[in-house]
């Protein structure tokens, strides 16, 4: 299934050492990660320049951690990315806030007012604009400047597109399943 074979054990050191900062010891790294580690010096930039830590990609603790895994979760629908979508949610959705409502709610064509607050309803609705057409109408900026400052708006876009390509490199590598916890109903 992996188009791009993952590193195995025992990984490199200086893989090892870099997915030693970003997962705690007990977990396999992610298929993902490794397949991404065959280009080591690529996958060390990543982590050393913490665009890619523990919670992911652009985490710089600006946006609150649930708003951001839930826009993460929506990106990967939109995109239908669902290795991403599974590894988050078996590794740290939960952590990150979000209730297993809400998580399975990620899914749903028009998300359920009542499990979220109207920002994060807002954020959600620009990645799915974002993903579909690349665009963001009058109406949508306006909603979004309701709860977001520039930069937090800056910053969300960009966090878009990153998982916007994570989902790329997706379709390009076809990792098996990492299976971190039992899948939730799709």
Do not use: K
Request: aromatic fraction near 6%.
């Amino acid at each position: 299934m992996n188009r791009i074979r993952p590193l195995e054990a025992p990984l490199p050191d200086d893989v090892a050492q870099r997915m030693s900062r970003l997962l705690p010891p007990s977990m396999t790294p992610p298929v993902l990660f490794r397949a991404v580690a065959r280009n080591a010096g690529l996958f060390n930039f990543l982590v050393d320049s913490r665009l890619i830590g523990p919670t992911g990609l652009l985490d710089r603790r600006v946006l609150d951690a649930a708003l951001r895994e839930a826009l993460i979760l929506r990106v990967c629908v939109a995109c239908g990315n669902d290795y991403e979508w599974r590894l988050h949610v078996g590794t740290i959705s939960a952590r990150m806030g979000l209730s297993p409502e809400q998580i399975a709610d990620t899914r749903a064509a028009a998300p359920d007012a009542r499990l979220w607050s109207e920002a994060l309803l807002a954020a959600m609705a620009l990645a799915d604009a974002l993903v579909a057409t690349r665009q963001v109408d009058d109406a949508l900026f306006a909603r979004l400047r309701e709860h977001f400052d520039e930069t937090q708006l800056i910053e969300l876009t960009q966090l878009v597109g990153l998982y916007t390509g994570v989902a790329m490199l997706v379709a390009l590598v076809q990792p098996a399943p990492d299976g971190y916890a039992a899948p939730l109903p799709a």
